[in-house]
């Protein structure tokens, strides 16, 4: 299920520049294990001379009985700034009738498109994996179990994924080391702390700071009233 988008980009009529997806966490659809919570996210990036840039956001995600998925997506903005976030998603997947429905609030529209939940589905158990050698000469992945941790009332089971590309992998010329780190809550079905860092693109947590088990209010996956529906299963839109 796509994930919190926050894109950036230079004007169309300018060369270079970039274009960026932040994916969040995933959110499996699961049946009967239904819950509400609110999710944190920050983003830091590094500059070349040691300088930080670091983005937030909160929004609210739900699952229901039947595993229907309720996701907000609000825009990243400067932490501790005077930007205030506002949203600019709202997502409603439904693993039985294989939907996705994303609503834009400022145009007023859902696109439908269709929903796979195999992909999903795999984040309903925690990560697991062995230190080991990359073919190739490429690096090492190193593996840690961390234990066991209670995140807003929920218990936790830890993992660290160190990965290493030696010099010249990636047009590289020192090694490069990105970090993967769990937090899994196995009552759930998914990550309650996910950090990463890396030097793509600095490092990102994602934290459940509040949960609440139990069926969330039902009118979250009802579409928003008003609202015109694309069916975009048969007929998707040009790419731009």
């Known amino acids: 299920m796509p ?15 970039v274009r960026e997806v932040l994916e969040s966490i995933a959110i499996p659809p699961i049946p009967h294990v239904p819950f509400f919570a609110t999710l944190d ?8 001379d040691g300088a930080t840039m670091t983005f937030v956001n909160e929004r609210h995600i739900a699952r229901d009985t039947q595993g229907r998925i309720y996701e907000e997506r609000w825009f990243l903005v400067p932490k501790n700034g005077n930007v205030k976030s506002t949203m600019n998603w709202i997502q409603i ?18 696109d439908l498109v269709v929903y796979d939940p195999a992909s999903d589905l795999g984040a309903a158990s ?27 009332g929920i218990d936790t089971v830890g993992a660290r994924e160190t990965t290493t590309m030696n010099a010249g992998t990636l047009g590289n010329d020192q ?4 970090v993967r780190e769990y937090w899994h809550s196995d009552q759930l079905g998914i990550n309650l702390l996910s950090i990463r860092t890396g030097p793509m693109f600095g490092k990102q947590t994602f934290t459940i700071t ?9 009118q979250l996956f009802e579409l928003p009233a008003g609202y015109t529906i694309h069916d975009q299963r048969k007929n998707p839109p040009i790419s731009h």
């Open 126 to 152: 925690p990560a697991k994996g062995t230190s080991r050698i990359l073919p190739n000469d490429q690096g090492n992945v190193a593996w840690e179990d961390l234990g066991n941790r209670n995140i807003a």
């Open 3 to 17: 994930q919190t988008r926050t894109r950036k980009s230079a004007p169309a009529t300018q060369d270079g520049g």
């Open 175 to 178: 090694p490069l080391t990105s």
């Open 93 to 110: 997947a439904d693993p039985k009738q294989r939907t996705l429905y994303n609503c834009s609030p400022q145009r007023q529209i859902c």
């Open 41 to 48: 996210t920050e983003a830091t990036k590094y500059t070349a």
């Open 210 to 218: 509040e949960i609440t088990p139990g069926e969330p209010d039902p």
